[in-house]
C-alpha cells in the first residue's frame, strides 16, 4: 500500500489547459498505481481546456462548483460529485463558466498502459 499526502502532491501542466492548476495525486512514483493516475484540478473562473481527444480514456468527477463539457454539438454542466467517462478520441471541450473555482478529479491510464519505469 502507498499513501501519498495531498502536502506530497506535485504540480502539473497538462497540455492545450488554461487557467488551471494542476496536483498529481497518486502516480509515477515507486509504489504507486500501476495501470493509472489521479490528479487534481482546480480550474479558476474561465480556465478549461480543449479542444482535443487523447488515445485513451478519461474519468472526472467535479468535487466542488461546476465545469460545463462540450461533445459533439452536446453541452452539459457537470456539478458536485457528478461524474462522467470521455471514451479514447473523443473530441471534448471543458471549462469553468461560473465564478467559483471548480475541484475536479481526473483519472487517466498511463500513456503506454503501464506505469514508466
Known sequence: M?????????PYEAPNHWGVNGLRLQGFEDGG???QWVGFSQFLPGGGAGPDATPFEKV???LDGE????W??????LR????????PGQV???ENRSNHVCKMLVVIPYPEGGRPK
Not at 465545469?67 to 462540450?70: G, V
Not at 460529485?81 to 471514451?87: E, G, I, N
Open 60 to 62: 472526472y468527477v467535479v
Open 2 to 10: 502507498r499513501i501519498k499526502r495531498f502536502e506530497e502532491a506535485e
Open 33 to 35: 498505481p500501476e495501470n
Open 72 to 77: 459533439d454539438g452536446q453541452t452539459e454542466v
Open 92 to 94: 471534448r471541450r471543458i
Open 80 to 87: 458536485a460529485l457528478d461524474s462522467c467517462t470521455v471514451p
Open 67 to 70: 465545469i460545463t463539457i462540450e
